[in-house]
């Protein structure tokens, strides 16, 4: 039912970060920034912080991937963004892009198209509204305004993918990632992820993790919401509401080992 | 002792916010954007943290209520306060006021004194120094430097509530709830409270989710702190420190039902 | 084989904190604002984060110590911590220096160097790397780029320590405290300590706190790392990882008294 080839490639690449503790290079918002560094840590990989525009090509080339998030934006963020972003393109480090509130304003909305237009983005993750508010005008996604379920979202997240050339994950009570070809599906996590803030910008930076270890970004992102939603079960069985889940949830990124990820990864193609 | 309508209130009002999931618009500090976002969706509520100034007017008309909290604060973000408020005036969103560190430095007591001049402000929090800063030159409060009791506090607080035509809430030991008219005071809580940094704020924002389902200033704040407390006197219940009682806290806020509420709130009128 | 009297200096400290409550001014990354007040609150002392350049003057006047650390940094934070350095070398307020990527690029290493050179810093704390990133061109320390133990950064640290005329911290396995003539070693701490964001950030703002109530530089310092390290002991001994490690290091440093850490500092000279 599930694929046991994932699952393995899921164990893998959480040993390659383990062994290899990939610089990952923030830009994000101010609320998240404490608990997605906690999130990189406790996996294994070494994050940074830094969105100043006088530093963050420098540092963007000691990085394994680049991970952008519009939350709390102002205007010289996005300058800082597209900065890194372009150095990032010219050393061949994945970006991946949260585009939070996207569809809601627009500075969010034309942030985050300004982002995928000027630059190569190798996987954008948001909610399905946030995902699909990124159509272009005349798109045949536009005007999809109501996606209830993992298969209304499916067909247009594929067309989308094509239009923007890009793997796009909608994460939801299922994950969905898709390249416009190939689709994943993850089942993996816990309700309670909704009452944490923080929870889905923290999947962004665990996909930019695993894509420091693995080339092919479907997989890449798959595998990491699969391990990210591993170690959410695990919190939530232990847990008596979202503070104390939120601890767990680190306790449990940390403790996670291979086999656990092997047997534990729900990711159906 | 205490009021028993008000004890049913509180539960009615939590019982609207979980049902209506208002979305809170906070332009807070950098300290605390994390755990306020927190207390938020544990009580129910939807937070948004959002201080550009090229979206704030936008962000504000989806709101239920406005919060505005000035610590860690630079020009900028008052000058996105007061966009921002004009705003949430125009379509009677309530706008609850933070005056963080008013009365310490002159930055910070000019610009909760602007706000208030330039906003409706439907509520302001703060503890007893803070809330007292804010008193014009002249006023009768001007000159009450030692406030040490809920009792001293009181008569100023009328004063003060009629001089700023607003609903002042000072929270310490006892919380004091006054429009200069009613007088509503709050026995909830716990001391832990003060060993974590952001408790006041977490009030604050309270306040802001309990007004947006509840138009009267005096029983949404008074209610928002009962619950609020209710939820400390439950986690430091089990907590062995600030630490654990921080977590628990926002357990203690998703886990309170209706009637531990009613049981449980402790106004006086 | 570790000093009693050293370990008595850390209980008296600690002590002389909870009776003063000393302010603590901190100008820091947006990562661990919150996490550096809770440990402040923790301890006993009170933390405030201020960097708006209008007020950071007023602000450290008010202040025990101030605590500098160049996370997340652009360049109108480093205006606003000059600014606030020199009036608190005029003040006598203690000023600590947390180089955060000093070395991995050029603005953080400018930046700190810039602060050394235009303030009268009385300790500077970091990692092997950053520590060492400070020395001027042509020290007899450049060129040292890989320091993997206590030793080897040891004599290293003392020839800094003289040429930048400060005390130097660096922390890792075994902490190393120097003004250039005097070595103090601690080895408390946990190896998860590792695995948590800003526990160098707290260890810095500790040794804020620590030299509000202790003028001597070096004692001041290896006082604070042996209490926070003995704090980091107790709550590795019943974490279960790094999510439930951090809230338990809150209660460890909230929990400790002076008789508990009087027994468990481990510094040697």
Redesign the interface.
Known sequence: MYSEDLAQKAADNLKAIREKKPLIHNIT???????T??AL??CGAS??????A??VE??VS?AGALVLNI?????PWIDSMIRAGKRANELNVPIVLDPV?SG?????TESAKRIIDELNVTVVRGNASEVLSLAHEGSRTKGVDSIHSVDEASDAAVVLANELNTTLVITGEVDLVTDGIRIHLIYNGDPLM?????TGCMATTMIGAFMAVDQDAVNGASTALAYYGLAGERAASK??????F??????????LDEKAVKEGAKIRT
Do not use: I, K, S, W
């Open positions: 918002n101010y609320v998240v920034m404490n608990t560094a906690n840590l406790a994050p940074v912080m830094a969105h100043a006088e530093e420098e540092m000691f939350g709390t934006l102002t205007p509130g809601a304003t627009a500075l969010r909704g009452y944490v803030t923080g847990a008596e509401g979202p503070g104390t939120q601890a767990m949830l680190f306790d449990a990124l940390y403790g």
